[in-house]
């Protein structure tokens, strides 16, 4: 069972930026798909945005415009560079496969805390 390591977060003023990684314990070639999530305070976990391996690359609506996510498979790596953020972007992120193709298991993820 694939495990990820997140990393890259912390706190930020609204309008700053942060750029957050993800480790695999396998090669992420074999997954076609990667993704980040976050689960805010007392709200559900929520796919932010997700990457295949023909490039193709899916948002949620509230990150279109500010977050990129890529992929470097021969690092085992995804990232997600994130921009002009905001006090509701305050959440844990994690990086997984989606749903359709099993989840590994879920990493403890990085903390992105936007405040003034």
């Known amino acids: 069972q694939v495990h990820f390591v997140e990393s890259g977060g912390g706190w930020v003023q609204p309008g700053g930026s942060l750029r957050l990684s993800c480790t695999a314990s396998t090669s992420i070639s074999e997954f076609w798909t990667m993704a980040w999530y976050r689960r805010a305070p007392g709200q559900e976990r929520e796919l932010v945005a997700s990457?295949?391996?023909?490039?193709?690359?899916n948002y949620a609506d509230f990150v279109k415009g500010r977050f990129t996510i890529s992929r470097d498979n021969a690092k085992q790596a995804l990232y997600l560079q994130m921009f002009a953020l905001q006090p509701d972007d305050t959440a844990h992120y994690y990086c997984n496969k989606v749903a359709t193709a099993g989840y590994g298991t879920w990493g403890q993820g990085t903390q992105v805390t936007v405040s003034i």
């Open positions: 990457v295949s391996n023909s490039g193709m690359t």
